[in-house]
Structure formats: C-alpha cells, structure tokens
C-alpha cells in the first residue's frame, strides 16, 4: 500500500476484553514496530520484527500483550483481558529494512479506550 | 541502556519567532538522530535525520538540527515559525540495537 495502515482506527472494549489491532505496514518493507504512546509518555517501545528473525519482544509490558507477524507483512498486537491502563494510542512503523539510518514510517494509529 | 530526554513538554513560541527545541541522548558512540514530528490527528513524520558528516542538518518544512557530540545534544531550530508548526516533536535514536527510542515530546504551541 501507499502508506502504513492500522485498523480499527478507534477502539473501545470493556475492560477484561481481548483485543486485536491489525497492522498493514508498506508493501516491501521488512521491518515492523509497535510502540504505544501514552498522554505524557511519549512512545514506548513495544516490540520490533525483522524479517524471519525472531522478534524482539523487550518492550511488551505483561505477558497480556503479544504479537505476530504473518508472512512477513500483516501483523497483530493482541491485548488480553484488558486493563484501564492499556489505553493508549497504538502505533505501527515500518522500515525498508533493519538500519539504523533508515526511515520510520508510522500510520495513523489505533487509539483503545479502555473502559 | 540508550535513552532520550526531551526536557520541555511545552513550548509557546509567537508566529514569526525562532524557535529551538531541545533534545539530549544517552549513549557511547555517535547514535543515528531524528526529529519527527506529530501533527494534531496525523501520524508521525520525518522532519530530519543525522548520521555522520556535516553536524548541522537541514529537513524539511524550514527545520534544521545540530548535532554537538561534546553535549550529546541534537537540538531542533527554525528560524521564523509559522502558525502551522503547532504540533508535538519528538526527538529519536537508533543506536544499533534496531529499535528507535523516542524522546517523551515537545508540544509547541504558537500564538499569534
């Protein structure tokens, strides 16, 4: 696609709710992040894949958190029996490929309200 | 472990004012640098980057950066800013570890 997408756009569960938030990075792209951004708290860190490598997973918060990345494109952030404080705007990236130097880019994101 | 300090959360700036926002690193060695920045309702964009070479950097919309190794700063300037700046800024690092760090932002705010 043109850009990075994220769907839902908006999303409110009540708490104790799973939940799914789907990122379709730039086509060719082989790197992928996801970072959560808290009001006050800037972006954090949440877990990065690259290629077939193994992902690295340091930033997930709790084991309610998780995430996969199919084929190499298409990857889901999964927050299970979610919590007050899991609401965030969810943020997705991707990047040609796994440089330093190389651009970020960032869709729209998902912001979850947890309630 | 590498980290990013945006020290102002909030700037106020009046339209046509320089503007310089400020931001330090934590590493070693010489980290890869961005600024992006965060529009009301739109996702983040690059505004510049630095790797090595020339440490003054110019990006896009005006925006240029300078990289000081002695005070391990990147701090972000423009000369003249416009009304339609107003956003949030956010200072980032890469140092190899493939992960950007990210700076908790600088909202700026411009009156008129």
């Known amino acids: 696609g043109a850009g990075v997408s994220q769907s839902p756009s908006n999303k409110v569960t009540e708490k104790g709710k799973d939940v799914e938030l789907r990122c379709d990075p730039i086509s060719g792209h082989t790197a992928l992040y996801w970072y959560r951004q808290s009001l006050g708290q800037g972006l954090e860190f949440l877990i990065y894949?690259?290629?077939?490598?193994?992902?690295?997973k340091s930033g997930l918060p709790s084991d309610r958190f998780s995430a996969e990345r199919t084929g190499g494109s298409v990857s889901t952030l999964t927050i299970q029996r979610t919590q007050q404080e899991d609401s965030a705007v969810y943020l997705c990236a991707s990047t040609r490929g796994g440089g330093m130097n190389t651009e970020a880019f960032f869709g729209q994101g998902t912001r979850l309200t947890v309630v | 472990a590498q980290s990013v300090t945006q020290p102002d959360i909030h700037i106020t700036v009046s339209e046509g004012a320089s503007l310089e926002l400020r931001c330090n690193y934590s590493?070693?060695?010489?980290?890869?640098l961005f600024w992006y920045v965060q529009s009301p309702g739109q996702g983040l964009q690059l505004l510049l980057k630095y790797f090595s070479g020339d440490t003054l950097v110019q990006g896009i919309k005006g925006f240029e950066a300078e990289f000081k190794r002695s005070q391990s700063s990147f701090n972000l300037r423009k000369p003249s800013v416009h009304w339609s700046d107003a956003a949030e800024y956010f200072c980032?690092?890469?140092?190899?570890?493939?992960?950007?760090?990210f700076g908790t932002g600088t909202r700026l705010l411009v009156s008129p």
């Open positions: 590493y070693g060695a010489t980290p890869y």
């Open positions: 894949f690259q290629g077939n490598s193994a992902p690295d």
């Open positions: 980032a690092v890469n140092t190899g570890f493939q992960k950007l760090v």
